[in-house]
């Protein structure tokens, strides 16, 4: 199979966790013996190029990172930019994002079943993943941890098509966790991470505190 892949986040390339992620399950399409194009849609240079694309693949596969409950603008203004094709092509669907509970990104998903519609596809499945919000932050060793199980999925869409199998449903994680997993993260949430967040925000040269509320 070939694929045409688009990397929908705004982020330029070399700080995008989609595009790393998009490396890994890459690898395990060309395993698969599959070929693919990809294009990234922060590069407006890419767009004449990626309509065209997207005019000439059956099989187009749209890696998307979730911002609370919301699908990138940027990507968005594209999508609107596409004509409607109606003659069978699939699109299927990388989300991820940094909230580790599947349940967190399944209203982003209930919206891409739509969108297939509206631009006249059918719909290929939302691969759905979180928990990668560290992946710019952290070593290379662990990037390459959180992002290899992508490597599987890949070799999974190349030999599918599409991301309906029980392997992709499980590769989402808890769905929700237990009482005393949710517990324990607020614990840690106003504690230790609490403390994570002060310490990035001073690297990255914020003066004001988290909590400032200049227009309450």
Known sequence: MHALIINGSPRVKKLSNTDKILDKFEAGMAEKGATFTRYEVSDRKQWDDMRKAFGENKN?????PLYVENIPGLLIEFLETLTPKNDGTEIAFILQGGFAEGVQLRCGEAYLKILTEKLGCKYAGTLVKGDNFGIRFVDEK????????YT???REYA???????????????P???????????GIIFKTLAKRGFKKAAKDWGCTKPLNYRPYK
């Open 175 to 185: 769905e929700i966790f237990p009482v005393h997993i949710r517990l324990l993260v």
């Open 152 to 154: 599987d999925m890949g």
């Open 159 to 173: 030999e599918c098509g599409n991301f309906f199998s029980e392997k992709c449903a499980k590769f989402t994680g």
């Open 60 to 64: 187009i596969l749209i890696a998307i």
């Open 142 to 149: 662990t990037v390459q941890k959180i992002t290899g199980a």
